[in-house]
């Protein structure tokens, strides 16, 4: 059974940073995509960023230019690291990982709180 653990959640002000980290326990075997979801109260549960285990990188218009995503395979992780943060960027944001490509397995993280105020 693989479990996401995320870290890096916290308070910032408008147009700080802030560094998601997500490391998944369990065997991970063949293709898979980590990534990172928010929802903000009161609004669905939407795709910030995605990273396929080769790389290949997908982002929300939204998050486009602020946010960048990455991932050690090593280390079975995933990072989104969040710039020029808004206040519309308040939200939970939950670590994801699918695995395998027709019939795929989802797994998900407890989420970690984002609040960017001033």
């Known amino acids: 059974q693989v479990q996401l653990a995320e870290s890096g959640g916290g308070s910032v002000q408008p147009g700080g940073s802030l560094r998601l980290s997500c490391v998944a326990s369990?065997?991970?075997?063949?293709?898979?995509?980590m990534g990172w979801y928010r929802q903000a109260p009161g609004k669905q549960r939407e795709l910030v960023a995605d990273?396929?285990?080769?790389?290949?990188?997908n982002y929300a218009d939204s998050v486009k230019g602020r946010f960048a995503i990455s991932r050690d395979n090593a280390k079975s992780s995933v990072y989104l690291q969040m710039n020029s943060l808004k206040p519309e960027d308040t939200a939970v944001y939950y670590c994801?990982?699918?695995?395998?490509?027709?019939?795929?397995?989802?797994?998900w993280g407890q989420g970690t709180q984002v609040t960017v105020s001033s």
């Open positions: 369990g065997s991970i075997f063949g293709q898979n995509t």
């Open positions: 990273i396929t285990r080769g790389g290949n990188r």
């Open positions: 994801h990982l699918k695995v395998g490509v027709t019939t795929p397995v989802e797994y």
